[in-house]
């Protein structure tokens, strides 16, 4: 309970809301996650997405790397009276990234190979759309393994000279066999070994947050598994779409890639 008040308490995180009331920040930011609480029996819903309400009051809205200049979010409490709030979205400044060695197959991938990526593509979907009514989330977020940054969320990569998607992780280079650890509490929803990402797992944290581990060399977990904050679950590789052994780490809320970083200590 103490951890939850702190972590309800950090400024960064925050939306506040008296007893009876649901106060919003002045704005967000591209590619951030807000957690906040409200007066018991409120429903809510952010740009025609129902937004899941903790009994507790807690919730979490998310907003994409490129996210128009505002949201609104739509309030009925438990009276049935409607209103909004319109929540103003900082926009931000991406990386341009260069990778080069790449082999050709992985950077424009033949038929066989994109009707993999197809399928693999639908089975990530599928989990990232897990809503369950867990709250790891609301138990802060662990760094999963310790290294040099060497990839940023949001950066525009450039692959052996061809302009590609942004990257949506944080990238962690270390050695192969490195111990990955469970940023967050929840329940393993994908384990997998997929053309781009490799070895990967999804862990789903409640409240459509999820977190996902790629190019592992080896996974200590499956899926259905039950995984604690600091639980090693897998070990970082090479496997997948890389140029050197290094953990993907993405954070999701839903459908929408959002930006790990702001939420890690140091």
Known sequence: MMLRRSLLATPALLLAAPAQALELPAEAAQGGMLIGRGAQGLRLSLEGRAIRVAPGGE???????????????????????????????????????RIQGLPPAQVSPDAAALARITAERQRLAAARATDSARTGFLDGMAWPARGRISGVYGSQRILNGEPRAPHFGLDVAGPVGTPISA???GR????????????LLVIDH?????????????????????????????????????????????????????????????
Do not use: C, N
């Not at 739509?74 to 991406?94: K, L, M, Y």
């Not at 393993?188 to 070895?199: E, T």
């Open 59 to 97: 919730f979490v809205l998310g907003f994409g790397r490129d996210h128009g200049p505002e949201a609104v979010l739509h309030i009925t409490d438990a009276q049935g009276r409607a209103s909004q709030r319109r929540i103003a979205v900082r926009p931000r400044e991406w990386d341009v990234q």
């Open 183 to 185: 940023a967050m509490p």
């Open 188 to 199: 393993v929803v994908l384990a997998g070994d997929f053309f781009f990402f490799g070895k």
């Open 206 to 266: 409640g409240h459509g947050v999820h977190t996902l581990y790629a190019h592992l060399s080896a996974q200590h977990v499956g899926e259905g598994a039950d995984v604690a904050k600091g639980q090693h679950v897998a070990a970082m590789g090479a496997t997948g779409r890389v140029t050197g052994p290094h953990l993907h780490f993405s954070l999701g809320w839903y459908s929408t890639w959002l930006d790990p970083q702001p939420l890690l200590a140091g």
